[in-house]
Nanobody, 124 residues
Framework: QVQLVESGGGLVQAGGSLRLSCAAS????????MGWFRQAPGKEREFVAG????????YYGDPVNGRFTISRDNAKNTVYLQMNNLKPEDTALYYC?????????????????WGQGTQVTVSS
């Protein structure tokens, strides 16, 4: 079992920045590919960003590419999502997820463990 706890969400004006954190516990963090997803009311859960076990590979969804940066610190068992130039359409509940199998995947069904989520609200 892997437990994931997100933090860092909040209310920010358009153009602002937030940094989300996801702290993992339970099993060896570096064995897992990690992803960030988001879900807005009435919409499907959407891939935001993913990072490979070592941190050497990073991947982004089209809506956030160039604005968000995913990173991880395996010594601290934590994955981060730096979000810059936020837009109202970024408003959603943000989840981190862990995947034991190889490769970062964009489909949320491929992930084994999920956090409870942290709310991000961007005002115009």
């Amino acid at each position: 079992q892997v437990q994931l706890v997100e933090s860092g969400g909040g209310l920010v004006q358009a153009g602002g920045s937030l940094r989300l954190s996801c702290a993992a516990s339970g099993r060896t963090f570096s064995n897992y590919n990690m992803g960030w997803f988001r879900q807005a009311p009435g919409k499907e859960r959407e891939f935001v960003a993913g990072i490979s076990r070592s941190g050497g590979g990073t991947y982004y969804g089209d809506p956030v590419n160039g604005r968000f940066t995913i990173s991880r610190d395996n010594a601290k068992n934590t994955v981060y999502l730096q979000m810059n130039n936020l837009k109202p359409e970024d408003t959603a509940l943000y989840y981190c997820a862990a995947r034991a199998s190889d490769y970062v995947r964009h489909d949320y069904g491929a992930y084994d463990y999920w956090g409870q989520g942290t709310q991000v609200t961007v005002s115009s």
